[in-house]
Structure formats: C-alpha cells, structure tokens
C-alpha cells in the first residue's frame, strides 16, 4: 500500500524555514494508572496559561474518548472532522488529517527506544522516553493534538525530534512569531503549529525554540542556561483546521444562522494574514470549504460573501473568534457595503 505521506524535499524545507515546526482502540482505558502516570498529570496540571508566551493549558478541553494501551493503537478517534490516530508503539507515527485528506504523519522523539504508551487519562497518553524526559500527546476536542514534552529533571535532554511526513504540503513557511504553516500548492491548508513554549513547575517562562534538520524539526528546551523548578512542560501544538467548531441555528420562517467558531490556529492566520501571502487564500478557500464540509446548508452565494467579508475585513470587527453568517442577507459583491455595515449588510 502507497504511503499517502511524503516528506517536503530538503529544499523546499531549507528555505521556507528559518527556525520550526512540529511542531484518535474501542476498548475505554481501565484499571489503575501506573506511578508514572500520576506524576505526569500533575506535571502538566501546573501549567499555567499565558497569553503573552503562548502557553494553553494542556489538560484544557482534552477529549473524552476511549483510550487504551493495549493493542497497536492508543487513540483512533474523529473529532470535529478530523481523524487522529495515537500509536502505542511510540515507533508508529502519530497521524491527524483533515476532512479534505490533506494531513501529517509526526514521528516522535526517541520513538526507537521509548517505552510504549502509558495511559494518563482519557484523551492522554504517556511515552517515557527512558532520560529524564516523557512525551504526552494530549487529543483535543476540536481535532487539535498538543504534544506536551515532560522533562523531569536537569539531566533529561535538551533537543526533541520530531520527523514528519505530510500528504500535500508544498509550501512550509514561519511566521514572524515562530509559527508554522504549510499549505498544498493550490493554497489548502495541510496543518499548522501555535509558536512552541516551555514553562517550569513555578510558571516561569524557559526558553525554547525550534530548528531544522534534515526531515526533522527540533525543539530545543534551554532547561539548562538557567535556574528552573523541575519538571519542565514544553510543546509543539498541532493543527489541521481553521474552524473549532461549526453549528446551525434556526430562526424560524426557513431562516437560519451559521456560526463558525475559530480554532487558535484559525485565529493566529486572521490576525497575520496581512503579513502571510498565502493566509488569506487559506482563510478564503480552505476555511470555505471547510465550513461547508462541516454544515452543508452553509453553501449559497449570500453566506460566501459574508465569509469572504469576515475573513478580509477581520479587523474592522475587532477579529472576532465567531463568524456568523445569516440565510437572510440580501446578496451583493459590493465590498463598500460589506465593509460599511460590518458584513451585516
């Protein structure tokens, strides 16, 4: 069977990146975690969020899906369109695709000679990476993975690979603020990285960065270059759709309302598309096709142009993180309209 997922060339990777990236088994999980186990979810209990260093929290908004850690595969789920796939075998790679096929494989760090996964909870494994260190993907109700990295101590390793094969991405590129996007050579969004972060036991920032090398992108966690409260939560937080959620509600007298919320990665392209060529084609064309994949009734001409007008007129809403579109606006292309009624025309 052909592998779907193939890896960007050298040097379509050398020059689209500078410093980045990387950054769900129907049996529930049962029983009693194990000691390690414990110590991971109170190291990653900890966290706290902080916008102003792009730390989410990881035990936020975990999905409630059956996870185990018997058989070859931890967690297979489909949420919010998008189907994920955990390995127990940390030497299996760990894959999310969207509802367009498009996706990545992520292949973890020192996956040959980690122990198998650990159960922490639902939605959460653990793979001791036997130094110091333990690599926890963490599923996530709208489809996102954050694959936290737990490192316990100042003898644990400062650089993680994570290698990873995609299926349609063409085109890698780094925003100003570490960020990752890669997008097919038609302008479709195949998955994108929040800018990484690292954090100690006390709340305190740890410097971290990512680098490039060969098929690989590493984090590097400078644990070392200061005094921290041990353990350390780092990680790449991965995604592959724009929109966290999409609903419909009825107005009564056939009118209704499309609500399409956006995910953090849908958020961070809106608010940089300015300054990212190819963010407004993967606002306009991928988160598009992505609402109406989610909520069919989306799909008439009056509710593109609503679409098309949040997505280019963002900030004339205050970037609001809902985009509402309604059945009952009359159509026009005139974006003097669109922008002097706020895309209520």
């Given at each position: 069977?052909?592998?779907?997922?193939?890896?960007?060339?050298?040097?379509?990777?050398?020059?689209?990146?500078?410093?980045?990236?990387?950054?769900?088994?129907?049996?529930?999980?049962?029983?009693?975690?194990?000691?390690?186990?414990?110590?991971?979810?109170?190291?990653?209990?900890?966290?706290?969020?902080?916008?102003?260093?792009?730390?989410?929290?990881?035990?936020?908004?975990?999905?409630?899906?059956?996870?185990?850690?018997?058989?070859?595969?931890?967690?297979?789920?489909?949420?919010?369109?998008?189907?994920?796939?955990?390995?127990?075998?940390?030497?299996?790679?760990?894959?999310?695709?969207?509802?367009?096929?498009?996706?990545?494989?992520?292949?973890?760090?020192?996956?040959?000679?980690?122990?198998?996964?650990?159960?922490?909870?639902?939605?959460?494994?653990?793979?001791?990476?036997?130094?110091?260190?333990?690599?926890?993907?963490?599923?996530?109700?709208?489809?996102?993975?954050?694959?936290?990295?737990?490192i316990e101590d100042s003898g644990a390793p400062t650089s993680y690979d994570y290698g990873f094969e995609t299926n349609g991405a063409t085109n890698i590129s780094v925003l100003d603020d570490g960020s990752v996007i890669a997008v097919s050579a038609t302008g479709e969004l195949?998955?994108?990285?929040?800018?990484?972060?690292?954090?100690?036991?006390?709340?305190?920032?740890?410097?971290?960065?990512?680098?490039?090398?060969?098929?690989?992108?590493?984090?590097?966690?400078?644990?070392?270059?200061?005094?921290?409260?041990?353990?350390?939560?780092?990680?790449?937080?991965?995604?592959?759709?724009?929109?966290?959620?999409?609903?419909?509600?009825?107005?009564?007298?056939?009118?209704?309302?499309?609500?399409?919320?956006?995910?953090?990665?849908?958020?961070?392209?809106?608010?940089?598309?300015?300054?990212?060529?190819?963010?407004?084609?993967?606002?306009?064309?991928?988160?598009?096709?992505?609402?109406?994949?989610?909520?069919?009734?989306?799909?008439?001409?009056?509710?593109?142009?609503?679409?098309?007008?949040?997505?280019?007129?963002?900030w004339t809403l205050g970037y609001k993180d809902t985009w509402d579109y309604e059945s009952w606006r009359s159509s026009t292309w005139n974006v003097a309209t669109w922008t002097k009624k706020l895309c209520n025309w």
């Open positions: 069977m052909t592998n779907p997922y193939r890896r960007p060339s050298k040097a379509i990777l050398a020059t689209a990146l500078s410093a980045a990236i990387l950054m769900a088994a129907t049996p529930a999980y049962a029983g009693t975690p194990e000691p390690e186990g414990v110590g991971i979810a109170e190291a990653l209990d900890q966290v706290v969020p902080d916008q102003e260093f792009n730390v989410i929290a990881v035990l936020d908004d975990v999905a409630d899906i059956p996870t185990d850690s018997t058989g070859s595969t931890a967690v297979e789920a489909e949420l919010n369109g998008v189907e994920i796939t955990v390995p127990v075998d940390p030497a299996d790679a760990l894959t999310v695709e969207g509802a367009d096929g498009l996706g990545v494989a992520v292949d973890l760090p020192f996956s040959s000679t980690a122990e198998h996964a650990d159960v922490v909870d639902t939605g959460i494994v653990a793979y001791d990476n036997g130094n110091g260190s333990t690599t926890v993907p963490a599923v996530k109700e709208d489809g996102s993975v954050q694959i936290a990295t737990v195949v998955f994108g990285l929040l800018a990484p972060w690292a954090q100690d036991a006390d709340g305190q920032p740890v410097p971290t960065r990512f680098e490039i090398e060969d098929d690989a992108i590493v984090q590097i966690v400078d644990h070392t270059s200061q005094d921290v409260a041990y353990p350390v939560v780092a990680d790449p937080y991965l995604f592959v759709d724009l929109f966290s959620k999409v609903t419909k509600t009825n107005k009564g007298s056939g009118k209704f309302v499309i609500s399409a919320k956006l995910s953090a990665w849908g958020q961070l392209i809106e608010r940089t598309w300015v300054v990212l060529p190819s963010g407004l084609g993967v606002m306009v064309g991928t988160g598009w096709a992505e609402v109406v994949s989610k909520q069919p009734s989306a799909n008439t001409t009056v509710m593109l142009q609503q679409h098309q007008c949040h997505a280019l007129y963002g």
